[in-house]
């Protein structure tokens, strides 16, 4: 019976366990440890926080290939922590640290350009997502004592970031 | 700062301007607006850790009491979804993710005193174990939003490791 049990779980799991495999390697360094992870809505991109040169780091990639896409803003403000991406990776959001405060950024990869996201009250985020489509955002934060996620609208800051093949449904794109 | 070769200061003056307000719009810092009708129905929870958005779907976990689980919250209803079968009382949720069609939902949790990665189907109403080759502790995660990929950080050896695995 136990027997029994144990090949049916067996059976059930092993699929998967197959489909296994470790994160693609960022190639300058084997035993590299990283955290963090997140993907892009596709799937196809993978940020994670490695340890470079002693300070944690936001580290983007291409999941098939492994290679290294560069981040114009992220150069510094280390410690980040908790990346988030949107459907194609346009948007990277993350949590970086400015002077002694914790802040939420987002790099825009299409223009460029970097959001800072200060917090009303000056609170600080400790963990993040951001919605795929890139018009909403959770933050996790302390208050109180206690742990309290709050939700907040990004749609008049950001642009959506649509999954491929998905047109933007505007009043121009809607006209015959 | 001037502008090398100039005959008119004014074209230098613009450089700089121009210059100060590229630099400005590069890392202009834009208020968050909270969303407060979502927000107010989360403060009823008590406390809330490790959100996960996606599509229509937030995913967190949420504790009243000492007792914390994993809760689906449908935002364009702005109400919990029930998840028969994935909240149990002898299990701890240490990290949760959600697809953006809010039909599976990856889920670390502790249990006996070991941590399981699991993946929960919605539609099914079950979670199935997913092991981990070679073995680890799994820690944080995240879904791809099509349900397809799941990034997991896994320590192996004292070494903080990333596994990522295709799921059908």
Redesign the interface.
């Known amino acids: 019976m136990a027997a029994a049990l144990a090949v049916g779980?067996g059976a059930?799991?092993l699929?998967?366990?197959r489909?296994?495999?470790?994160?693609p390697s960022a190639g300058w360094e084997a035993?590299l440890?990283?955290?963090?992870?997140?993907?892009?809505?596709?799937?196809r991109l993978?940020a994670?926080v490695i340890e470079r040169q002693g300070r944690s780091t936001v580290l983007l990639q291409e999941?098939s290939s492994g290679r290294v896409l560069p981040l114009r803003?992220l150069s510094r403000w280390q410690p980040h922590s908790s990346p988030s991406l949107s459907?194609r990776g346009r948007y990277l959001a993350v949590i970086v640290q400015r002077g002694d405060r914790r802040l939420a950024v987002i790099e825009d990869r299409l223009t460029?350009?970097?959001?800072?996201?200060?917090?009303?009250g000056g609170r600080e985020p400790?963990?993040?997502?951001?919605?795929?489509d890139g018009q909403?955002?959770?933050?996790?934060l302390v208050a109180s004592g206690?742990?309290?996620?709050?939700?907040?609208?990004l749609a008049?800051?950001l642009e959506l970031d649509p999954?491929a093949g998905e047109l933007l449904r505007t009043p121009a794109a809607a006209t015959p | 700062m001037t502008l090398q070769g100039s005959q008119h200061p004014g074209a230098a003056r613009l450089g700089v301007a121009l210059l100060a307000t590229g630099l400005l719009?590069?890392?202009?810092?834009?208020?968050?607006?909270?969303?407060p009708t979502?927000?107010q129905r989360?403060?009823q929870n008590?406390?809330?850790?490790?959100?996960?958005?996606?599509?229509r779907w937030?995913a967190?976990i949420s504790?009243r009491d000492g007792r914390e689980r994993v809760e689906l919250i449908d935002?364009e209803l702005n109400r919990p979804v029930p998840l028969p079968g994935l909240n149990r009382p002898d299990a701890q949720p240490l990290n949760v993710s959600v697809d953006?069609a809010g039909e599976r939902m990856a889920l670390i949790r502790q249990r006996d005193g070991r941590t399981e990665l699991a993946?929960y189907s919605r539609s099914r109403q079950s979670l199935?174990?997913?092991?981990?080759?070679p073995p680890g502790v799994p820690?944080?995660?995240?879904?791809?939003?099509?349900g397809?990929?799941l990034?997991?950080?896994v320590s192996r050896g004292g070494?903080?490791?990333?596994?990522?695995?295709?799921?059908?």
């Open positions: 779980l059930c799991s699929p998967w366990a489909r296994s495999r470790p994160a035993n440890s990283r955290q963090d992870p997140a993907l892009s809505g596709d799937g993978l994670s999941r803003h459907w460029n350009r970097l959001l800072p996201l200060p917090l009303p400790v963990r993040l997502s951001l919605a795929p909403r955002l959770a933050l996790q206690r742990w309290r996620v709050e939700v907040f609208d008049g800051a999954p | 719009s590069a890392c202009v810092a834009t208020p968050l607006r909270p969303l979502i927000n989360l403060e008590g406390s809330n850790r490790d959100p996960s958005l996606s599509g937030l967190l504790g935002l953006a993946l199935q174990p997913l092991p981990l080759d820690r944080q995660l995240q879904l791809d939003a099509n397809r990929v990034a997991v950080q070494l903080w490791q990333v596994d990522l695995i295709e799921l059908p």
